[in-house]
């Protein structure tokens, strides 16, 4: 590193000597532009959609029954009854929560995908005509 010094030094002494400053020698560094930074635009989780339901559960987690989220007195009704069919089991309500899906949105999706292996069949008939 001293030698680096040394030679960087006699450099400036001998470009003294001839007139010129030691920073002209220098060598110069580029003026280089900042890039602006990209803001990236994340996309926005939409909110899965839920619906609720009423499950009739044995000890076992058995599920004995499923009623609508409007429909508990009749989720109740049948709770009684498990609990009068056998009173040594345990049997409790708790609330179900199932998201729907785009397919379940959309039946017509379902229509497609069974009418599909039919003109399968027909096809393998006009193979046999042919």
Do not use: C, H
């Not at 996309?43 to 508990?72: H, M, N, P, Q």
């Not at 003109?119 to 005509?129: I, Y």
Request: hydrophobic share 30%; net charge positive.
């Amino acid at each position: 590193m001293a030698s680096r010094r040394l030679q960087k030094r006699i450099e400036a002494e001998a470009a003294e000597k001839l007139g010129k400053t030691a920073k002209k020698t220098a060598t110069k560094k580029k003026a280089t532009r900042k890039k602006a930074k990209t803001t990236r635009k994340r996309k926005t989780k939409t909110a899965e959609r839920k619906k609720i339901f009423w499950g009739v559960f044995s000890g076992t987690l058995k599920e004995e029954g499923r009623f609508a989220y409007d429909e508990r007195d009749k989720a109740e009704e049948k709770l009684a009854a498990l609990r009068n069919r056998s009173t040594k089991k345990l049997y409790f309500i708790q609330p179900i929560k199932e998201t729907l899906s785009d397919s379940a949105a959309a039946p017509e999706d379902d229509d497609e995908a069974i009418d599909a292996p039919e003109a399968a069949v027909s096809e393998d008939g006009d193979d046999e005509e042919e």
